[in-house]
C-alpha cells in the first residue's frame, strides 16, 4: 500500500519463515510515514532474521526506522535478530508490560518500552500518526496498532486469524484465536464485547480499510466492520491445514 511518495504499509520478506501448526508464516510490516520532507518507518512484529534484508534495504533507501514494537509475547518469543536491529539501527523495542511477566519473555531483552504509552503525547513514537490499542485475549499484553493514514489500516498482530494458502476453502475471510485456558483472562465472551465496543467507535471515528493480521491473508480496501461482525458470528478458529493427500 502507498509508494516511496506517501509512505505507506508494506510486507517485510518472509522467505525462510517457519509456518507453524497450519503453516502460516508471520506477517511482519513496516509502516513508513513522510513527514517535513524525511521518512521515518516503524517495524511491526519484525525481529526476525528473515526480515532483515528487507529492513536494510530501507535503510539503502534512506528511511528513518525508529523503532520495532511487538505486539504480543508469543512473537516476542520467537524474535531471533534483537542482536542485529540493535547493533546495525539502534533500535528500541516495544512490548506491553503485561507480556514482559511472561516467562519465556524475560531474559530476551534488558530494556523494553510501553507500545501505548510511546504513542501518547510526548512519547516517544507520539510523531507518528499511530495508536496502540491495548487488546488482551491472545496474550494479557496483546496490543494492536492502528493508522488512520492510507485510509486507516489495523495491524493486529494476533487478535485476529485469516486464512492462508492452505486453509479449506470454506474457511471465514476472518477469525479470533482461541482464548488461552485459565486462570487467563478475559474470555472470549469478554473479548467479543470489546471488539463491538471498536466496532461502535468506528461509526463515530471511521474505519479502517486495510486489516492486517499476524497470519494469513491481508484485507486491503476492504469492509473492516463487515469482517469483524462476521468474526464475532463465529467460534474461534480451530481449523487446520488443507488436506494435500
Not at 503453516?23 to 528473515?50: C, E, M, T, W
Not at 485510509?151 to 487478535?159: E, F, I, K, R, T
Not at 492486517?212 to 473492516?224: K, R
Amino acid at each position: 500500500m502507498g509508494g516511496p511518495d506517501e509512505g505507506g504499509l508494506a510486507l517485510l520478506p518472509q522467505f525462510g519463515a517457519a509456518g507453524g501448526r497450519t503453516l502460516r508464516p508471520p506477517n511482519s510490516y513496516v509502516l513508513v510515514f513522510k513527514q517535513a520532507g524525511a521518512r521515518k518507518a516503524l517495524l511491526i512484529d519484525a525481529p526476525l532474521r528473515h526480515a532483515l534484508p528487507g529492513v536494510r534495504g530501507l535503510r539503502e533507501e534512506g528511511v528513518e526506522i525508529v523503532g520495532c514494537l511487538l505486539t504480543h509475547a508469543d512473537l516476542a518469543v520467537r524474535g531471533d535478530a534483537y542482536d542485529a536491529l540493535a547493533a546495525e539501527f539502534g533500535l528500541p523495542f516495544f512490548l506491553h508490560p503485561e507480556d514482559r511477566h511472561d516467562p519465556r519473555v524475560q531474559g530476551l531483552l534488558t530494556e523494553w518500552e510501553d507500545p501505548v504509552e510511546a504513542c501518547e503525547p510526548g512519547g516517544p513514537l507520539a510523531e507518528l500518526p499511530v495508536e496502540a490499542l491495548h487488546w488482551p485475549g491472545r496474550t494479557p499484553g496483546s496490543v494492536m496498532l492502528h493508522t488512520p493514514k492510507f485510509g486507516g489500516v489495523l495491524l493486529a498482530g494476533d487478535s485476529v486469524i485469516a486464512p492462508g494458502p492452505m486453509q479449506p476453502d470454506d474457511a471465514p475471510p476472518l477469525a479470533r484465536p482461541p482464548a488461552p485456558p485459565p486462570p487467563f483472562s478475559p474470555t472470549d465472551d469478554e473479548v467479543c464485547d470489546a471488539w463491538r465496543t471498536l466496532l461502535a467507535r468506528w461509526e463515530t471515528d471511521g474505519a479502517p480499510r486495510t486489516l492486517a493480521p499476524l497470519h494469513g491473508a491481508i484485507h486491503v480496501d476492504a469492509d473492516v466492520p463487515a469482517l469483524v461482525r462476521g468474526m464475532l458470528n463465529t467460534a474461534p478458529d480451530m481449523t487446520g491445514v488443507r488436506d494435500t493427500a
